[in-house]
């Protein structure tokens, strides 16, 4: 106790000489063990701080740094994801403008060729129409000519039976000619 005398010294207009003896007896203070006991306190003190609050306020603050990274990092592809589902919502309505004006011009495209075909297959059946006439008309014609010439036979046939003679080929074609004439109206 020799040793914290001048301390002793110093406290003493604060507490007077008996109050401190008191207190100390009273506690059981014995200043070489709580001397002791602090340096102890503060070795072990140190070395925790060194070797293990200092490693874990390491990593804590690593630890902190990493979670404000992946907020950052979160942020940016949430802002990222934000922006391509902007950019796909204009890739996609650009793309539905694309497929309808496509879609419209197929649907032009295909009136016209339509209308084409359409006027194609009028050309086609009006010269089939018209060749069919022709080829009618030609028939006609023709049947026409064999009926003449059948009805001419068969007159001068009768002729000559009803009269009794035989027609030469002037005859024939003079009988020829009168019967097709009336034929023909």
């Known amino acids: 106790m020799e040793f914290l005398s001048p ?12 109050q401190v003896d008191e207190i100390v007896e009273k506690f059981g203070l014995a200043w070489p063990k709580f001397l002791a006991q602090v340096l102890i306190f503060i070795a072990v003190y140190s070395i925790l701080k060194k070797f293990a609050f200092g490693p874990i306020l390491a990593m804590l603050e690593l630890r ?5 990274d992946g907020e950052a990092k979160l942020e940016k592809i949430a802002k990222d994801l ?7 919502k204009r890739l996609l309505d650009k793309a539905n403008d694309d497929a309808a004006r496509m879609i419209k011009e197929a649907g032009d495209s295909a009136k016209s060729l339509a209308e084409k075909r359409q006027q194609e297959a009028i050309h086609e059946a009006n010269q089939i129409i018209a060749k069919a006439r022709e080829a009618a008309q030609l028939e006609h014609e ?5 009926l003449k010439r059948e009805f001419g ?7 000559s039976r009803v009269t009794g003679k035989v027609l030469n080929s002037e005859d024939q074609g003079r009988i020829n000619q009168e019967a097709a004439a009336q034929v023909s109206l």
Request: hydrophobic share 55%; proline share 3%.
């Open 7 to 18: 301390m002793y010294v110093k406290m003493t207009p604060v507490f007077a000489a008996g």
């Open 64 to 68: 902190r740094q990493r979670i404000a």
């Open 82 to 88: 934000a922006e391509a589902e902007l950019n796909a």
């Open 142 to 146: 023709q049947l026409m000519a064999q």
């Open 153 to 159: 036979r068969m007159v001068a046939d009768a002729t």
